[in-house]
């Protein structure tokens, strides 16, 4: 099925940095969320953004829709330790089929140095 | 906020065992998903459901059959278990209409098969 490439795979920073993170696809999306996910629990939604061009923050957390509606970035500013995880984009495809249906990403592995 | 809770954190089951898993919403939500979650292969969706009694395959349901008699309560059947299903399993819940992309997942269970 169709696949969300999601960059870079993982990063390793110290505390304090900003880091920034993308998903890019071929075809294009109507919706855009990014999750994140801490070891042996279950994904949390950080952020939705529904507008191309749309720019979003949750905190230290600034998202935004491509202006192709084919890639969305998430950007973490003052990386504390406890914004280590996994985060996940996810996108709603503009296919005309199943409504309900996401794509997800493989996940960026974010490790932070205190 | 949303509650998504699933009946066990960790299981162990022989092959050949009747495996039921059990996820509980309780925001009065339409949808409702199960997805399987491995390692360099992200997360997959089994089947989803879009009210009581209705279901749809999603991209990987053979070997799963799914039971939905009450709008917050979703079940996931593995009938005749395997190793290959092996893995860590997630429920997940979406309102109808206008904010169906957002989807909350519970915290997961790991599921193993000897």
């Known amino acids: 099925g169709q696949q969300l490439n999601q960059s870079p795979q993982s990063m390793f920073i110290q505390e304090g940095e900003d880091v920034s993170m993308n998903c890019t696809s071929s075809?294009?999306?109507?919706?855009w969320l990014w999750y994140k996910q801490d070891p042996g629990e279950g994904p949390v939604l950080l952020i939705a953004l529904y507008k191309a061009g749309e720019l979003t923050s949750n905190g230290r957390l600034t998202a935004q829709f491509g202006i192709t509606r084919k890639d969305s970035f998430l950007n973490i500013s003052a990386s504390i330790p406890s914004d280590v995880g996994i985060y996940f984009c996810?996108?709603?495809?503009?296919?005309?089929?199943?409504?309900?249906?996401?794509?997800f990403g493989k996940g960026t592995l974010l490790t932070v140095n205190p | 906020d949303v509650k998504v809770t699933q009946s066990s954190r960790y299981l162990v089951k022989r092959t050949g065992e009747k495996v039921f898993l059990e996820c509980v919403q309780d925001m009065d939500h339409e949808n409702m998903f199960w997805y399987r979650q491995d390692p360099g292969l992200g997360l997959r969706l089994i089947y989803f459901s879009y009210d009581v009694k209705m279901k749809e395959k999603g991209d990987i349901p053979e070997g799963y059959s799914v039971s939905r008699e009450k709008k917050e309560r979703f079940s996931l059947i593995l009938e005749s278990a395997s190793t290959n299903q092996t893995s860590m399993y997630l429920c997940?819940?979406?309102?109808?209409?206008?904010?169906?992309?957002?989807?909350?997942f519970g915290p997961g269970t790991r599921l193993t098969v000897t």
């Open positions: 996810a996108g709603q495809l503009n296919s005309g089929g199943s409504n309900y249906k996401l794509t």
């Open positions: 997940a819940s979406s309102l109808r209409g206008l904010l169906t992309y957002e989807q909350y």
């Open positions: 075809s294009i999306f109507n919706t």
